[in-house]
């Protein structure tokens, strides 16, 4: 029979090595996921004010062609500002595939080959 102590030490520091990189990656993902709330909330206000330009515009035209002409011009900016936006879904998107191919990378290099007992 042998006397052999049960290090604990030993075996947290191997799981924390082990879920080293699915901690990581748990991390990224809700730094991403807040990311893209924030730019969620950013097109659900540019939307908010959008129309409330147009109800103000509106109230304020004295003609239909001046009111034509002020729903023409805040559309043109209100595209402007979602053609930016998907600018920056875009990049973000960009950014999350770059990041999961990182942790694949690192999935497979803290991969360690399971030994067969002789």
């Given amino acids: 029979m042998t006397d ?20 990581k990656a748990q991390q990224e993902s809700f730094k ?12 659900a ?10 109800v103000n515009a509106t109230l304020v035209a004295s003609s239909p062609s001046e009111l034509l002409h002020k729903h023409t011009e805040l559309t043109g900016q209100f595209v402007e500002k979602l053609r930016s936006r998907a600018e920056e879904f875009a990049s973000v998107t960009t950014e999350i595939q770059a ?12 991969a360690v080959p399971v030994k067969k007992a002789a």
């Fill in 4 to 23: 052999q102590t049960f290090d604990v030490n030993a075996v947290l520091k191997a799981t924390r090595d082990a879920f080293a990189p699915v901690i």
């Fill in 32 to 43: 991403t996921l807040e990311r893209l709330a924030r730019l969620q909330y950013a097109v």
């Fill in 45 to 54: 206000g540019d939307v908010l004010e959008s129309g409330l330009a147009r």
């Fill in 99 to 110: 990041k999961v191919g990182e942790f694949g990378a690192d999935f497979a290099a803290k």
